[in-house]
Structures are given as C-alpha cells and as structure tokens.
C-alpha cells in the first residue's frame, strides 16, 4: 500500500488557525498532529491585578462567538471564592442568557460550519441556494440567539450587564415579552433542524471513548452541577485539578487535556446529550426518538444532532423563563471582598468551561487559570483521526482530506480559545510554526 498523507495547512470552517497532519504507511497511521499554530494570548496574565468585576468585562473578550461561557465560569469562579449565591430570578436569568449562547452558537456550527461537510458543499452559499427553507430557519434562529444575549447582556457580543452576584441591570417583563412570543414560534424551527441534520448522510463511525461533562439533579447543565463520565467518574468540580490535568506538545500553542492515568476524553453537546438526556425537555427527547438515532451515541459524527437537540432544548426553556419571569428587586448581590480562592466549571457551547481564580484580602486577583473546551478535546481530535484516516485514506486525496477535516470541524473547535498560557523555551519556539508558510 505504500505511504500516504493528507495535510491540511490551514483548516478551514473552524474559529481560529490550526492544521492537521496524519502519515499513514500500508494502511497503519504513523503520525497524526492537530496542530494550533496561532499565537498564545496570554488570557490569565491580564487578568492578574484585576477587580472580579474588570475580570467579567475581560473574559468575553476570549471569544466572540462564546462570550457569556467565559462570564459565567467567571462569575460562578468568583462567587464561590466569596460566598456569594445567586438564586431565584437571577439564577433563572442567567439560564436565559445562556440559552441565547447555546441557540446562536450551535445554529451558525450546524448550518454555516458542518452541514456542508455532509452534502458536499465547499461552503454555506451554495448549500443556502438549494437548501432555502432550512438556511432561512437556521439564520432566524442565530438572531433569535443574539438578540436574547443584547436584551439580557445588553450587546450580542461581548456583553457587559453580568457582574459578580447577578447582573447591572435586569430587564422588565415587557421587555422580554417579545422574546417569548418568537421562541413560540421557533419551536418548529428548532424541531425541523433536529429532523433534517438526522437525515444528513452521517458516517458510522462508533468509537470508544470516555465522555464528559456536567450533570445536575434537577435540570440540563448549563451553569452547575458534578462533573461525569460515561466511565463512572463522578467528582465535584472543585476537584477538577485532581483529576484532569494539562500537557504540552511541541507543534500546538494550546495546552492538550487529559484524565490522570486514562487519557483523552470527549467535551461538547454530544457528551451533554449522552449523559444527560434524562434532562432534556420532553420535546427534544420526543425529536431524538424520530430521528431514530440512540442516545448515548458512541459515534463522533452524531454530535451535530446533539447540537441541534440542545437548541431546541434552549428555545423550550428560554421561553419557559421568560413567561414566569418576575423582576427581583435587586439585580445583583451585594459581597465584601476577602483572601480566598475559587474554580467553577460551566458548560460552554463547545463542552466544559473551567476557570480558577486565587484573590487577595482586597480582592484583586492573584493568580488565574483557564482550561476551554478545544483544549480539551485536542488529544480526543487526534485519536479520532488515528482510526477514521485508514477507513478513507484509499479515497481520492481530495476526498479523504476533505472527510478528515469533517471529522476534526465535528467538535466545533474554538482555535482561538484554546491558546492560552504556554511554557516555552527557543526549541519549542522554532517548532510551533505552521506546516506550511505562505
């Protein structure tokens, strides 16, 4: 069979800059790197210095597409460190500013970033001309997302309303109302999206793998809950670090995740979907059941189905909050500063979210540490092009590249989020350079 390779300079459909590599010689892959070239951002040292407050207006500037996931790890981080709780109506209200997240984020990845993968579009517009009704649905239902994030975090991206115990300002009833009545009428939007990624030519493709992510007694995870596994594990996030740790490879500017002594795992709305879907809605259960599709689902490819679930889970709940919304009486609560440190995990479009803050007696922060989801699910990216590569390595080239970036765009990964804080020497610098310059 001989030697064969597919490499990818420069991904394409995916938030930032990264690259694969896999050689593969009679049939047996040899190397495979999924690389992130993209320069470390250096998140954590900005925030050293810095009031919990300025630290909520710094984090979203993480990542335009998932902003409110940096504020709420954030703020739940910080507010454990100060024993704050936030409750009722607030709690409810940043339910819904998540929801708003997880609507505009999953429908931009579903339409614009991996349906075309699977009906052979190179992008969005020619997919959009053959495919009307289901572009325009998927469109109304991004800008339903965006605008539920502007009304509650007063801009659609990078918002400024939440702060440490709450909000600035919450909004009246009147002016969610209107929201409401358009997430009635995206209901069937949202359930039509589920019926018709179901029905995309999807590879088989079951893998073993160890999910993770939240799970809470009482609801879908959004914000809290025990950190699982479809491997038994089950811990509190503040024993994260425990557990999980971070590793360094020389051709990636972001840190790859793995579990203490078993190695990589699966974040993201396929591991939400697998190991809660007791948790969904009625109506997403009643719209995975006709897709005819099992959930827990070993197969990477399924999770654009689980991305489409979850926005019909979000459109239910949003509009549940919204009709038995009332305005609490104050919009945040009040906290004295203190010595104390604080981590919490939430659950970002993309999978787990964690942050850890270390403050000082007048509450600047000391130290901060930040695990995102892509960094998570590098080592799970690369296992998975280690044994789907071989299946489509006798394809035409332009074929079995194409598949292999498929398999790489199913995790939605957030490129730019992922590169952080990095320990470098001359010799690692000189290797974390792209494959291939222009």
């Not at 335009?64 to 709780?85: D, K, L, N, R, W």
């Not at 002016?175 to 999206?193: D, I, K, T």
């Not at 020389?250 to 840190?255: G, I, K």
């Not at 990216?381 to 292999?404: C, F, G, S």
Request: aromatic fraction near 10%; charged fraction near 25%.
């Amino acid at each position: 069979m001989g030697s064969k390779r597919i490499k990818v300079d420069w991904l394409a459909r995916v938030e930032g800059e990264g690259a694969i590599d896999v050689e593969v010689e009679d049939g047996q892959v040899t190397r495979v790197q999924f690389a992130i070239f993209e320069p470390p951002r250096l998140f954590e040292a900005f925030l050293v210095g810095r009031t919990p407050d300025e630290v909520l207006d710094f984090v979203p500037r993480i990542c335009g597409i998932c902003p409110v996931a940096y504020q709420m790890s954030a703020a739940h981080a910080i507010e454990y460190a100060f024993g704050i709780t936030v409750e009722g109506q607030l709690r409810a209200l940043r339910r819904l500013l998540y929801c708003g997240e997880w609507i505009e984020s999953h429908t931009l990845h579903v339409l614009m970033l991996a349906a075309p993968d699977f009906l052979g579009y190179d992008s969005v517009i020619g997919l959009a001309q053959d495919y009307p009704q289901q572009a325009h649905e998927a469109l109304e239902l991004k800008r339903l997302g965006n605008d539920i994030v502007e009304t509650m975090g007063g801009r659609e991206i990078h918002p400024v309303s939440v702060r440490t115990g709450g909000f600035y300002r919450v909004p009246t009833p009147g002016e969610l109302r209107p929201l409401g009545e358009r997430l009635r009428s995206a209901r069937a939007w949202a359930e039509r999206l589920v019926q018709w990624v179901a029905k995309l030519d999807l590879p088989a493709f079951p893998r073993d793998i160890e999910f993770v992510s939240l799970r809470h007694p009482d609801e879908y995870p959004m914000n809290e809950g025990r950190v699982v596994s479809s491997r038994g594990l089950d811990i509190s996030m503040h024993e994260y670090d425990r557990y999980f740790e971070e590793i360094q490879v020389p051709y990636s500017t972001a840190l790859q995740s793995v579990i203490r002594g078993r190695g990589a795992y699966f974040v993201g709305p396929l591991a939400r979907v697998n190991l809660n879907f007791d948790r969904l809605c009625p109506q997403a259960q009643a719209a995975a059941a006709a897709t005819g599709i099992s959930f827990p689902s070993s197969n990477p490819f399924h999770s654009i189905v689980a991305r489409a679930l979850e926005v019909l889970h979000c459109v239910v709940e949003a509009e549940q909050i919204i009709a038995s919304y009332q305005q609490p009486a104050e919009p945040y609560v009040r906290f004295s500063p203190r010595a104390a440190a604080g981590e919490a995990i939430t659950e970002a479009p993309r999978g787990m979210l964690y942050h850890r803050y270390q403050f000082d007696e007048h509450g600047y922060v000391q130290s901060a540490r930040i695990v995102p989801p892509t960094a998570q699910n590098q080592r799970q990216i690369e296992d998975d092009l280690r044994h789907y590569v071989p299946r489509v390595i006798n394809l035409p080239l332009e074929q079995a590249t194409r598949r292999a970036e498929a398999a790489v765009r199913n995790y939605d990964p957030c490129i730019s989020c992922s590169t952080h804080l990095l320990r470098l020497s001359n010799k690692a610098v000189q290797k974390l350079q792209p494959f291939h310059s222009p």
